[in-house]
């Protein structure tokens, strides 16, 4: 697809700040985004412009309807090189289709992603902060912008992709944070949408959200429909436990995010000698496994978070505490080894990264 470039004068354009502490989570944007436009069933428009304001339908669809997806995704600033890349974009590329087939909606095709990506993040490259635990985080988002409140599927829709330059998700660092344990609401059902990576399974989650951060929690962790026992995933996060030595996570069964931190997560524990099993885990084993000693750690892996250890989980009005509130051994190596790769501090044997040319 041809992209029109209607930037701002070199003069105009900001970069990182240079304290880079004081990022935050998602502050500050870059100076373009990408945008592209689906109607007369082609897609078109695709254009690399000033970051601002988008004009909606009052009628459009994903105000009303909320046919609306998206992808968080990381570029890092490489150590050795100074080079810019992106961490396995093809597997973001093709969640959002997935996630888009699952709404009903008009994917934006996976090589113009690529495409797109590596345009606007080529020009805006110099709003990736280098130290470690930030990042260029990335956010492609498509939603639904036919003005007509008839029930259907949007005929037009606006994909656009937006970068803003961030430190840690989370104020710990990479730090024991507590999660609450929710009893009462849930995040999703079986042959629901909980796959899909789409803004209600957030908006959903919001008022247990907040119910966990006035008690103090930093997330909340979600049981599964049927008999609320069964962990399903953190917030914003894929949940990970290790008992008996073995790493254990919830499998890929429909309501869970198909996270690409969580994927690479498995592959580097396989390929460095960790057993790791994808099962479904009751809450009651865990509260127990951990009173009793066999479970050591947990943690949770996303793009956003990257690996976080947890500390402590609230349940049943139990406060349960993992590894003393200490950083363990295995998410500790974990996390080496995967923002080793990301920053190429270490080898990538993978090819994960991909340069921005
Ligand atoms: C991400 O980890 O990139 C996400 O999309 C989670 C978001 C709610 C911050």
Known sequence: MQTILNLKPESERGSVPEDESSLGFSKIFTDHMFIAEFKDEKWQ????????????????NVLHYSQEIFEGMKAFKQEKTNGVSLFRPEMNAKRMVASAK??????FPEEDFLDALQQLIGIDKKWTPKSLGTSLY????????????????????LFYVILTPVGPYFPEGFNPIKIYVEEKYIRAVEGGVGEAKTGGNYSASLLAFKKAINLGYRQVLWLDAKEHKYVEEVGTMNQFFVIDDIIYTAPLDGTILRGVTRDSVIKL???????????????????????????????????AASIAPVGELFYKNEKVIINDFKVGPT???????????????IEDPYGWNVLIK
Request: charged share 25%.
């Open 45 to 60: 428009n695709a254009e690399i412009k000033p970051f601002g304001m988008l004009t909606l339908h009052p009628a459009a």
């Open 102 to 107: 699952r709404m009903d909606m008009e994917p």
């Open 138 to 157: 990335i956010r492609p988002t498509l939603i639904g912008t036919q003005g007509m409140l008839g029930l259907k599927s949007s005929d037009e829709y």
């Open 269 to 303: 524990a396989k390929d460095n000698g960790y057993k790791v099993k994808e099962e479904k885990l009751t809450i009651d084993k865990i509260v127990e496994s951990t009173k009793s000693g066999n479970l050591t750690e947990a943690f949770g892996a996303g793009t």
């Open 331 to 345: 998410s500790k190596k974990l996390y080496e080894l995967l923002t080793g790769i990301q920053y190429g501090r």
